[in-house]
């Protein structure tokens, strides 16, 4: 069977039209920033139970070998593509939509009153995204830089326990883990809106779960930089 | 009642506008926020000023023409009503009234408190419409529809269109109106031939208007005056993403038909009287 350069040239030419099409009405970024936050928070989770490890009380051991096995596993290397792609589309299109945002109302209510039509949560997604992604920054920097890319001689355990020991770095964890929580507070029940997951009957169960998860999973976060911090 | 009125004052839609605060004595508590602008006026007037343009058309809570956001609040403290059906009585708490027009890009000021929404239309025109040919009444019974479904589609209709959402909104999206003339014509087995061209194309032309995003605030289900809700805007996305996969070719936004609706119209009478 022959197949002509050209046919194939214009079918990727289509598919790119049609996504590009498709994604970048305001309903198609939407539907981005839905799925990529959704896929983030199963990584928070992935995450939360490594770090779990770290409560263990065997010196470190369990926690090493686990970080060792998630960095030599091909799959893990796999999912790591995805997850970077998923932090680069929603931190951009979540920077491109607050922009657009901001433009199309150019000169501000005198007097505004939207702490009585809408959440709190809801209206600083952009300023607890923003500086969710600094923390996220400072994070790479301390633990994947070092490990991942530099291949220092340190295990992950002990560099744990250098940067859970410096005051200034757990304050600033713990105020991002705030920021995290107010982010998810509507970031979750908000994906399902925006994927138009809406009805009656499970509308409000999502709506008390993410409340959940957005209290508990910072929550155990934060508290295991405090641990270390004061025990370890 | 005494009061302190400071209003947005713009001359045209090019200059720039400024607050004026003017002081309107012997009020009613019973007058309509809107006899209270034009009590107002009449005073100007007889002074020799320019009186204070708004927009308002049936004053009984059912056109969606009348719109302006009082001291921070799209048509007024009170929910489910539109700035007409605010009456000084609900106000009387305030010393100073501080009255603004909708803001929003899409949503230019043609004079102080009126602005010009004719985005909407140009929306609707993009495809808020059903193509049927005109005939007999149809019978009553031919057209099965479900109680509930007849319910959701009939509560979506109710949107007059006013721009409140838009006002309302933190990012002056116009999810909550568009969601609302979707979902109308997508439960009914009337909207089903074109449902899917007529959400890519009103998306569109929504998004070519220069409102924002949506971000699921629900501020504008909190002041609309019909009480649109959410979930319609959930069915927008749905029936976006189906047409995604769904719409042909020939539905593709490029199509004659869209946006000219008089001009073909007016070609196939021609057509048809001149063969």
């Not at chain 1, 657009?100 to 952009?126: G, H």
């Not at chain 1, 809406?198 to 929550?219: C, Q």
């Not at chain 2, 007037?45 to 302006?68: Q, T």
């Not at chain 2, 479904?149 to 269109?161: E, M």
Request: net charge positive; hydrophobic share 45%.
């Amino acid at each position: 069977m022959s197949y002509d350069i050209t046919e194939y040239k214009n079918t990727i030419k289509d598919t790119k039209k049609w996504l590009a099409d498709g994604l970048s009405r305001s309903t198609g970024k939407k539907f981005l920033m839905a799925m990529t936050g959704l896929f983030l928070i199963t990584f928070l989770m992935v995450h939360l139970f490594g770090n779990l490890l770290l409560l263990v009380n065997d010196n470190g051991i369990s926690f090493n070998e686990y970080s060792k096995n998630m960095s030599h596993s091909k799959i893990i290397r796999v999912m790591e593509i995805f997850l970077f792609t998923g932090f680069i589309f929603h931190i951009g299109f979540g920077a491109t939509v607050s922009i657009q945002n901001r433009l199309a109302r150019k000169i501000p209510y005198a007097v505004i009153k939207s702490s009585e039509t809408s959440s709190f949560f809801s209206r600083y997604m952009f300023h607890t995204g923003s500086l969710v992604f600094i923390f996220l920054l400072l994070h790479l920097n301390s633990f994947f830089i070092p490990h991942r890319v530099l291949e220092s001689g340190l295990s992950m355990y002990e560099s744990a326990l250098i940067v859970f020991h410096n005051p200034l770095f757990v304050l600033f964890y713990i105020f991002a883990m705030i920021l995290l929580s107010f982010h998810l507070m509507h970031g979750f029940q908000s994906a399902f809106q925006s994927l138009g997951i809406h009805h009656n009957k499970y509308t409000p169960s999502i709506k008390l779960l993410g409340r959940f998860f957005a209290l508990v999973v910072p929550l155990v976060f934060a508290v295991i930089p405090v641990y270390i911090y004061f025990w370890k | 009642m005494k009061m302190n009125i400071k209003i947005w004052r713009q001359a045209f839609q090019t200059t720039r506008g400024n607050f004026q605060t003017y002081i309107l004595e012997n009020m009613d508590d019973n007058m309509s926020f809107l006899e209270m602008l034009d009590v107002l006026n009449e005073k100007i007037l007889h002074e020799g000023g320019d009186p204070v343009s708004f927009s308002h058309d049936c004053r009984e809570g059912i056109c969606g023409s009348c719109g302006v956001v009082i001291n921070g609040r799209v048509h007024g403290p009170l929910q489910g009503v539109t700035t007409c059906q605010i009456y000084m009585r609900h106000l009387k708490h305030y010393k100073t009234l501080v009255i603004e027009p909708w803001r929003a890009r899409a949503f230019p000021i043609i004079k102080d408190l009126v602005t010009d929404r004719q985005a909407f239309d140009r929306i609707l025109q993009a495809g808020g419409y059903i193509s049927i040919n005109t005939g007999g009444i149809p019978d009553a019974n031919a057209t099965p529809i479900g109680r509930h479904i007849a319910d959701q589609a009939f509560a979506a209709a109710s949107c007059i269109g006013c721009g409140a959402c838009v006002a309302a909104c933190p990012n002056a999206s116009a999810n909550l109106f568009v969601s609302a003339k979707i979902s109308h014509l997508a439960f009914l087995p009337q909207g089903q031939p074109e449902k899917n061209h007529r959400v890519e194309s009103m998306l569109k032309a929504m998004d070519k208007e220069g409102f924002g995003n949506c971000s699921n605030t629900a501020a504008c289900e909190f002041e609309c005056p019909k009480g649109i809700t959410l979930k319609n805007i959930a069915k927008l996305n749905r029936e976006y993403f189906e047409a995604l996969f769904r719409s042909s070719l020939e539905e593709h936004p490029t199509h004659p038909h869209h946006g000219k609706g008089d001009e073909v119209a007016h070609a196939a009478f021609h057509d048809t009287h001149e063969k």
